[in-house]
Structure formats: C-alpha cells, structure tokens
C-alpha cells in the first residue's frame, strides 16, 4: 500500500478561511439544523437533492432517514448505532482520496455531520477510479480548525489488488454498496471539492476537528486532477 498521506493534506492552509462558529448550528436534528450545499462538477451534471420517501432501495432508505433524524451534534458513531439492527456492528469505513485508498478503519467517533445526508446525482459522466468526477460542494460552515470529507455511500465500487493484514485481494467490485470517507480540498473559504470514483448516491459533508498541530500545518502537495 502507497504511503498514507496526514490527515491535514488537501487543505490549503494558505487559503484564508473564515472563521464561522460551529455553535451556529442549532440543537436540533441533522435535517432542520443544518445546510444543505449546493453543488458543481468538473464534467457531466450534478445534482444534490434532498432524501425523499422511496428514493433507495428500503433498508438504505431506513438507514439514511435515521442519520437524518440523528441529533445534530451526534457523532457518526452515534448515528449508525441509532440505526443498526440488532446483531449488526457499525460499518467499517475507509478512507479515499483521487489516488485511491487512504485510511482503513476510520474512528467514526471523530466525525460529525456538516450537512444531511442528501442524494448526488451525477449524470452525462460515468466516474472511475482512472477517470473521476471532481464534485464541489459549497459549506458555509467550514472552519480552518476542522478537516471535511464526504461520507459517501459507493455502489460499485472497483477495487484494485490490495493487501490487508498480509491477505491479497484480487480486483473486484464490492457486491453491495459501501459506506466510504471521501478526502475533500479546500477550494475557497466556503468551497470543499472531492472526486467521486463511482456514481453519485447518497453523501454527507462531515467533518473531523483537527488537532493543534495539524492546524499549524502547510500543505503544498497539489493533487492532480
Ligand atoms: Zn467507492
């Protein structure tokens, strides 16, 4: 597996970002609390709409319908324990970014909702990992003290051969649809773009606070489009 890049890369630090107070967002639940983000695309079309009844197949449906009902400051942890059925263990979820796996394993106590989870369509453009789509989100509430990505929900996803915990996986396209953490850059101060490798679907901006010393960081790796 490639080199794991800090969790701090993507985000220009240089950018001047304008510090918004999260305590903006309201008690409440995620729908309701917080923003729904608009959104373009570097080919094809994009859409972003609200979740309306039947618009997935009905467990997604439930299980998206419950993040949404989740309290707005609920953790991700917090949220899928509220939607799992019992016996079921909170999804294990990873990290990409353009160049592909990331991270495994994310913390889903870390992470915190930004936006509801709303459905993206991507449409005129079909995303691969060799040729992906770059989506921009427009979130007013991004702070320079946290790290954004997108929780995505990835159906058909094309996994290259790789090696977890000394066992090689072929190539091969995951049967069922994922739950996965997209790496965002910062593209302006209320900007946050990631790449999509498959279809759109259901997505979230959530966010990660950083630590001291990746706030202090720079960043000059410049990600290829
Ligand atoms: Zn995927």
């Given at each position: 597996?490639?080199?794991?890049?800090k969790?701090?890369?993507?985000?220009?630090a240089?950018a001047?970002?304008?510090s918004?107070?999260m305590n903006t967002?309201?008690?409440?639940?995620?729908?309701?609390?917080?923003?729904?983000?608009k959104?373009?695309?570097?080919?094809g079309?994009?859409?972003?709409?609200?979740?309306e009844?039947?618009?997935?197949?009905?467990?997604?449906?439930e299980?998206?319908e419950?993040?949404n009902?989740?309290?707005?400051?609920?953790t991700?942890?917090?949220a899928?324990?509220?939607?799992?059925?019992?016996g079921e263990?909170?999804?294990?979820?990873?990290?990409?970014?353009?160049?592909?796996?990331?991270?495994?394993?994310?913390?889903?106590d870390?992470l915190?909702?930004l936006?509801?989870?709303m459905?993206?369509?991507?449409?005129?453009?079909?995303?691969?990992?060799?040729?992906?789509?770059?989506?921009?989100?427009?979130a007013?509430?991004?702070?320079?003290?946290i790290?954004?990505y997108?929780?995505h929900?990835?159906?058909?996803?094309?996994?290259?051969?790789?090696i977890?915990?000394g066992?090689v996986y072929?190539?091969?396209?995951?049967e069922?649809g994922?739950?996965?953490?997209?790496?965002?850059?910062l593209?302006s101060?209320?900007?946050?773009?990631?790449?999509?490798?498959s279809a759109?679907?259901?997505v979230?901006?959530?966010?990660?606070?950083?630590?001291e010393?990746?706030?202090g960081?720079?960043?000059?790796?410049?990600?290829?489009?």
């Amino acid at each position: 597996m490639k080199k794991m890049r800090k969790a701090a890369a993507g985000i220009a630090a240089a950018a001047v970002v304008m510090s918004m107070s999260m305590n903006t967002l309201a008690a409440g639940s995620i729908v309701g609390s917080i923003d729904m983000t608009k959104v373009e695309s570097d080919k094809g079309k994009v859409e972003l709409k609200a979740i309306e009844p039947e618009m997935f197949e009905e467990e997604l449906q439930e299980i998206i319908e419950g993040l949404n009902k989740a309290p707005a400051e609920a953790t991700l942890k917090e949220a899928f324990e509220l939607v799992l059925k019992e016996g079921e263990e909170l999804p294990k979820i990873e990290l990409f970014s353009v160049e592909g796996l990331e991270k495994e394993d994310i913390d889903l106590d870390e992470l915190k909702f930004l936006s509801p989870v709303m459905n993206l369509e991507i449409t005129e453009a079909e995303p691969t990992e060799e040729d992906p789509v770059k989506v921009t989100f427009v979130a007013n509430n991004v702070t320079d003290d946290i790290e954004v990505y997108v929780l995505h929900y990835c159906i058909g996803h094309k996994f290259p051969e790789h090696i977890v915990d000394g066992k090689v996986y072929k190539e091969h396209i995951a049967e069922e649809g994922i739950w996965e953490l997209l790496e965002t850059e910062l593209e302006s101060e209320n900007e946050v773009s990631a790449y999509f490798h498959s279809a759109g679907g259901p997505v979230a901006l959530v966010y990660m606070e950083k630590t001291e010393e990746e706030e202090g960081e720079t960043d000059t790796t410049e990600v290829a489009p």
